[in-house]
Structure formats: structure tokens, C-alpha cells
């Protein structure tokens, strides 16, 4: 599977530099290249040859710049279709010299089967299946890596996070997880229209206060792994916790649902999802604002009627917090003893 | 309830919201008794913060009475007279302890859009825009306050509302900026902007031991205002310098050194005289940058080679021609911030008790809620001396 990638993926990046020398040619030198090519270089066909060359070089930045340029080889193989078409109305042309257009045509042919046949290797290895987390390593899908820290020790960072039934209490589009034993849960996943989408998944590997890594298990309709890590932070700031994990998005109706699940752009809605995570552990709960409470554009007013369904307070993690809570209130008490202006103490607030 | 919301460029309109609910819990509800117009909503009035949404309640400074409180508020009783920070600080992230409440890591419930155009989330902030988190604001009769157990300030005495409702915001900015340039003995103080912020800079760079401070504004009466309340003892109106320039000016009277301390209580929406405006205001208006960086400009041109430059006026985004060059050639310090209101509360309150300074000496207007688009008004074509405007809900 990675050879295949690596095979679509060198042949796009060939196809990008052949696109841009072309493309520079056809700019600078659209009389020559009509020549060249069978073509009577009037003042239209050097305005086209012109036209192409932009094309030409557009589709090989394109090509060269993304890590798997699919559209872009798509893009290609439209474009060539395009210049059959041009070169083919040359070969009716008195005007035109018709054997040396027959072979640019017969060129063209060879170099759009090149394109089909990179097109359709990018696009086939985007849909692999995803097999073992450690496979992913060197998976098709989408990877997403986000991190954020969150000031409370490992051991109960890791805790909150290893207990997987505590998961959709900041992951946004999660619906429940149930663990059922033998380190395998199942995973239930809000989707549009009131409908949802499920998959089982087991734990791979779990070290605790260090990492906890995932799959789904075989037959999953959005395969998907991921590795959680949890660092020490320097300077007493409390746990790092990196997410890295890989989905592939299926095709159709599950692929715009899947994309839903995770975020119009990949790792926006996971950054969001480490960001609740973080509330819920410094704070207790999930802070909303009048914006935030609806999804979608609406006035920073009060909601209509009743406030909306809340997720459920970590009651434990709320009873701690309002020590902490305290010890804010006592903070601006002591402040006032000190004016501003003057050093603070550095210790003001004791850690927990 | 009544509420003064956003409904686009240079439109205000007081309407009627549904009242706010407790929505955590350490939300409460505050039954606003006065509120103010601040410089910053000028900005949002002028349509130049993005991600502002028709229907949109304004207002970052207000004070009132608790009347509900989430069942996670221990320190906080209905009845209780508050003042609210501007600022949304959840008490317990590293900023917060480290007493960096205005870059609180947890108040602001949608990071995504300011993560974007500032590369990290900014702190959540009352009635200001999506990019500081979509709150609803105060220039209303009621409003939520998050975290009401970190930020508000029981105030106890018989203070009235005028004397401690700046306390919310425009005191301790003002504050905070002359704090920030580490004022010494025999200071030259310069602050662009004779506003609030700039009239609360000016009193507290003298109350920190500044020895000069030349105020800088294009209307006379504010920077008659200026000497009068703020202890300014010099003023330089820029459009009235004949030929000269801003830094010139301020060279003039230092002596050629340049001020030791430059103070930007303008922000993002400078004015001056000829081209420098001309190319940033058409630029703003072509949304090419998002600021117009005047007056930072100048202070960093004007500042004493090895002074402090504290900007503390607002601003959203990019800018250009910034003198780069000058700022570290000239081992120029800048220091800047959203203010970190809880900090300076209390202290604050001390020195108001303490008749160290007097926050009503910036009110130029008192209205009821209804008048707020008459407010708006007023304040953003400095129309019969006005310099700030409080709202009574
Ligand atoms: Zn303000
Ligand atoms: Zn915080």
C-alpha cells in the first residue's frame, strides 16, 4: 500500500515539473511551440498557447505543492481533454501542418493516459482501508496531530482519559462510548437528521499516566486510530497531551457525515475537542458563551426560552475545583495588600 | 429585557433581547444598574473588528446587582453589589494563576476564531466580537457573568456607581499602562490619546513618579481636560503644530532626548495630519491591514533610545510600516497587554478610598439605556465635549 502511494505520488510530482516547464515554454514562446506542434501561429492560436501555458504552470504548482495533489491530477487530465479537442480542430484545418499536429495529437493521447493513470492511483489509495495502528504509521486517510496542556498532574489527566466513557463529555460529536471488556469499547458517534453512526474499537496499547493508542476493529465504517501521549510539562504547568490519530473519510453520504464528525477541516474540530477536554479538567465543566451555545451564526444574546441541554457536570472534579476556587477569591484579597507597582509574591497562589 | 445591540457598521439599536439564564455553574446573573460606553466600542461601532454578528449585545463595563447565582458561586450572594471585570478569567489555568487574567487559557468557548487571525486563542471578554469568544455584553439591564466567583468585585461602602464602575476596565487600563513603563524619578511621560484610558494613564503615571507628562490629542478641550483633571503638564495638539511633527515636538520639550516612557492610549483607529493617515485609513478601508498605527508609530519614533513604549490602545490585526528599525537599534522595551483587571480591582479600589484618584473626572455624559445610540453617537464625532458616557439601566 505504501509503494502504490509513493508510486502515484512520485509520478504527480514528475507530472507538476513537466507541467511547469511546459507551461513556461507556451509563455514565452507561444509562436514556436504553435509551430512546433502543427499549428499556424496567427495572432488567436498564439493567444491560446499563451492561455495553456497558465494552466499548465497553475496545474504544476498545484501538483508540486500538495502532499497528494488528487484534484490537481484530475485537473490535468481535464485539461488534456481540453487540448485533444484544440488539436484535433488543427488536423481539420487547411492552414495547419496536419502531419506534425497528427503526432502532437498522438503525444497528447500517450500523456493523458499518464495522467489518468496518476489520477486514479492517488485516488485509489486515499480509500485503503486502515488496518492496525501501527500500519497507520504509513496509512492513506486523514492524520490529524493536535496537543494542548492542561495544568492538573498525568495521573489524572490520564485517568480521565483512559476511562473512555468519560470521552463524550468533551468531544463534541460523540455520542456515548460503552466499554465492553477485553480492552474493546463501542463507539457511537452523533451524524445529521437525528441519525448516527457506530464502530467498535479496542485498545492497542496502554501505558499509564503515558499513552493510551486505539483502532477500530475490522469492519468499521470509518476505520480510524489514533495514540494519545501524555508529557510531563516543564515548569510545573501540569500534562502535554499530544492526539494523533488517522481516519479515512469513505466516499458519498458516511464521507460528508464523517467530515461532520471531525470538523469542516481536519483538526479544527479535535482542537476544540482538547479545549473542552481542558476545561473539564481545570474548570469542571464546559464554559459556554452566548455564541458558542448554537451551532452555526447567531446573536451574542440570551437564547430564546429554556437554556439549552447542557452536557453533565464532573461532579467530583467540580467539589475539588471549588477549593481551588476559594483559594482565586483569597488571591484578589491578598492583592490588595500589595499594591500594583510592587513586586508579588511569586508563590501567590499554592499549587495543587 | 432592554439591550443595546450591534446591528451594523455605525448602527446601534436598543431592543428587546430574552433575559440571560445561568448557562454553568459559576455563572451569575447581574441586574445592571450603569454601564459605559467604551473607546473600544467605537471600534466595533465603526465596523472594524471582524466577526461581529447583527443582534449582537454591547458593552464591556458595568456594574450592578447579583441577583441569581450557579450553584458552584460560593463567594457571591444575591444582593450583592458588584463591579464586573471586562475580562472572563476561570481562575485556575497557569495564566490565571500567574495572575495573567486577561490571558486566560478556558473563557473563551470558541478559540477557533481568534486562533485564526491572532495565532492563539484570546480571552474571553464581554460583548466584543467572536474573537474574544461571543459573549453577550452589558449595555443591557441584566447580563450572565461566567466565573462570577473569579472576576467581579463586591464593593461594600458607599461608593456610588460613577466612582467604581470604571474599575471594570478604562482605571486599571489606564493604570496598567503607566505601570508598565516602570516609571523613575525625573520621568518624561508622553501619552498619545487624552481619552479615559489616556486621562486614567496620565494621573497614574503621576501618581508612579513621573515628573512631566505631555498629553497628545487633536481637540483642545480634551487636552484642556487633560491638565485639568490629569495632572498633564504639557499638551501637543497635532494638527495645530504648524509644519512641525509629532516627534519634533516631543524633542523640543525633552530636550532632543525623547520621552523616557510613550504611552498609545489611541489604538487601532489613529488619526494625523496628511499622508501617513491617508495611505493606513485607505488601506483599513480596503481591509489591506486592520489597524491604522499612528500613534504607535510615532511613539516608537519619539521614545528615548533605551525608554519604554506600552501600548495599550486596541488592536485587531496586521499593520504596516512599522519602524522595526528604531525599535531595535534604539534597545526600545515594549510592553502591552489586555489589562488584567482582577489584579487591580482591589488596590485600585483603595487608592478611590483613599482620594488618590477620582474616576469621575472622565464623565462627560449621563444617560439612560434608551439614549445609547444617541451615546454612540455623541462619543465617535466628539460632539458637545464629550468624553465618556455612562448608560443607567
Ligand atoms: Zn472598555
Ligand atoms: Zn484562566
Known amino acids: ?352 | 429585557m432592554r439591550a443595546n445591540c450591534w446591528m451594523g457598521t455605525q448602527r446601534v439599536e436598543v431592543r428587546d433581547v430574552p433575559d440571560p439564564q445561568i448557562l454553568n455553574e459559576r455563572d451569575c446573573i447581574v441586574k445592571i444598574t450603569s454601564t459605559a460606553i467604551c473607546g473600544s466600542d467605537l471600534h466595533l461601532y465603526n465596523g472594524f473588528m471582524p466577526t461581529m454578528e447583527k443582534g449582537d449585545i454591547l458593552g464591556h463595563e458595568f456594574m450592578g446587582e447579583v441577583v441569581e447565582c450557579g450553584r458552584a458561586v460560593k463567594n457571591l450572594k444575591v444582593g450583592d453589589r458588584v463591579v464586573v471585570p471586562f475580562t472572563i478569567s476561570c481562575g485556575v489555568c497557569n495564566a490565571c494563576r500567574a495572575e495573567a487574567f486577561s490571558c486566560c487559557e478556558n473563557s473563551n468557548p470558541i478559540p477557533q476564531v481568534s486562533e485564526a487571525v491572532v495565532g492563539h486563542p484570546l480571552c474571553g471578554f464581554f460583548g466584543y466580537s467572536r474573537l474574544t469568544g461571543g459573549f453577550a455584553g452589558g449595555q443591557a439591564e441584566y447580563a450572565r457573568v461566567p466565573y462570577a466567583d473569579v472576576g467581579p468585585l463586591k464593593i461594600e461602602n458607599g461608593f456610588t456607581d460613577e466612582q467604581v464602575l470604571f474599575l471594570s476596565d478604562i482605571l486599571p487600563t489606564g493604570y496598567m499602562a503607566a505601570e508598565m513603563c516602570d516609571i523613575q524619578p525625573g520621568d518624561f511621560v508622553a501619552v498619545w490619546g487624552a481619552g479615559p484610558v489616556g486621562l486614567f494613564a496620565m494621573a497614574s503615571a503621576k501618581l508612579l513618579g513621573a515628573e512631566r507628562v505631555v498629553a497628545i490629542d487633536r481637540f483642545d478641550y480634551r487636552l484642556q481636560r487633560a491638565v485639568a483633571r490629569a495632572g498633564a503638564t504639557d499638551v501637543i495638539n497635532y494638527e495645530q503644530l504648524d509644519g512641525t511633527t509629532v516627534v519634533d515636538a516631543l524633542k523640543e520639550l525633552t530636550g532632543g532626548r525623547g520621552p523616557d516612557k510613550c504611552i498609545d492610549a489611541v489604538g487601532m483607529e489613529a488619526h494625523a495630519p496628511g499622508l501617513a493617515y491617508a495611505y493606513d485609513r485607505t488601506k483599513q478601508a480596503l481591509k489591506l491591514e486592520i489597524d491604522r498605527p499612528i500613534a504607535v508609530r510615532e511613539a516608537i519614533m519619539a521614545c528615548r533610545s533605551g525608554g519604554t513604549v506600552s501600548i495599550i490602545g486596541v488592536y485587531g490585526g496586521m499593520v504596516d510600516k512599522f519602524p522595526l528599525g528604531s525599535l531595535m537599534n534604539r534597545a526600545i522595551t515594549i510592553k502591552t497587554g489586555q489589562t488584567h483587571v482582577p489584579r487591580y480591582m482591589k488596590p485600585l479600589l483603595g487608592r478611590i478610598e483613599r482620594g488618590e484618584i477620582d474616576p469621575t473626572m472622565v464623565i462627560s455624559h449621563i444617560l439612560p439605556l434608551a439614549d445609547a445610540p444617541k451615546g454612540y453617537d455623541m462619543f465617535v464625532n466628539k460632539m458637545d465635549g464629550c468624553e465618556k458616557v455612562v448608560l443607567k439601566a
Not at chain 1, 16 to 40: C, E, H, K, T
Not at chain 1, 163 to 175: A, D, I
Open chain 1, 1 to 352: 500500500m505504501a509503494a502504490q502511494r509513493s508510486d502515484g505520488e512520485r509520478l504527480a510530482k514528475a507530472l507538476g515539473w513537466f507541467s511547469i516547464g511546459l507551461g513556461v515554454a507556451q509563455l514565452a514562446a507561444p509562436r514556436r511551440m504553435n509551430r512546433l506542434i502543427g499549428v499556424d501561429p496567427d495572432g488567436k492560436s498564439t493567444a491560446t498557447m499563451r492561455a495553456i501555458g497558465v494552466r499548465e504552470i497553475a496545474a504544476g504548482v498545484g501538483l508540486l505543492s500538495q502532499p497528494r495533489p488528487t484534484q490537481w491530477a484530475w485537473g490535468r487530465v481535464a485539461g488534456d481533454a481540453m487540448d485533444l479537442v484544440l488539436v484535433g480542430d488543427a488536423l481539420n484545418s487547411d492552414d495547419n501542418d496536419r502531419p506534425r499536429a497528427a503526432t502532437t495529437l498522438a503525444l497528447l493521447f500517450g500523456i493523458t493516459a499518464l495522467d489518468v493513470y496518476c489520477a486514479q492511483r492517488l485516488t485509489n489509495t486515499r480509500r485503503a482501508p486502515m488496518t492496525t495502528a501501527v500500519d497507520a504509521e504509513r496509512q492513506e486517510g486523514i492524520r490529524v496531530r493536535k496537543s494542548v496542556t492542561v495544568n492538573r498532574p498525568a495521573d489524572e489527566v490520564y485517568a480521565f482519559w483512559r476511562n473512555l466513557e468519560n470521552l463524550p463529555r468533551f468531544m463534541k460529536n460523540l455520542e456515548s462510548v460503552q466499554v465492553t471488556g477485553g480492552g474493546r469499547s463501542h463507539w457511537r458517534a452523533k451524524a445529521p437528521a437525528g441519525t448516527s453512526v457506530e464502530w467498535d474499537a479496542e485498545i492497542t496499547d496502554d501505558r499509564p499516566n503515558a499513552l493510551i493508542a486505539w483502532r477500530s476493529v475490522e469492519g468499521a465504517e470509518v476505520p480510524n486510530a489514533g495514540v494519545v501521549r501524555f508529557l510531563q510539562a516543564p515548569g510545573g504547568r501540569g500534562t502535554e497531551i499530544h492526539v494523533d490519530l488517522r481516519y479515512d473519510p469513505p466516499a458519498g453520504k458516511l464521507g460528508a457525515l464523517v467530515a461532520k464528525l471531525f470538523g469542516d477541516e481536519p483538526g479544527q474540530q479535535v482542537d476544540g475537542d482538547l479545549r473542552r477536554f481542558k476545561q473539564v479538567l481545570e474548570v469542571g465543566e464546559v464554559l459556554y458563551s452566548d455564541a458558542s451555545i448554537a451551532s452555526g451564526l447567531r446573536p451574542a444574546h440570551p437564547p430564546e426560552g429554556q437554556a439549552p441541554q447542557l452536557y453533565d457536570r464532573e461532579e467530583a472534579i467540580l467539589a475539588e475545583r471549588s477549593a481551588d476556587t476559594a483559594a482565586t477569591t483569597s488571591n484578589r484579597d491578598r492583592a490588595s495588600s500589595t499594591p500594583p507597582g510592587e513586586p508579588r509574591p511569586s508563590s501567590a497562589m499554592p499549587r495543587l
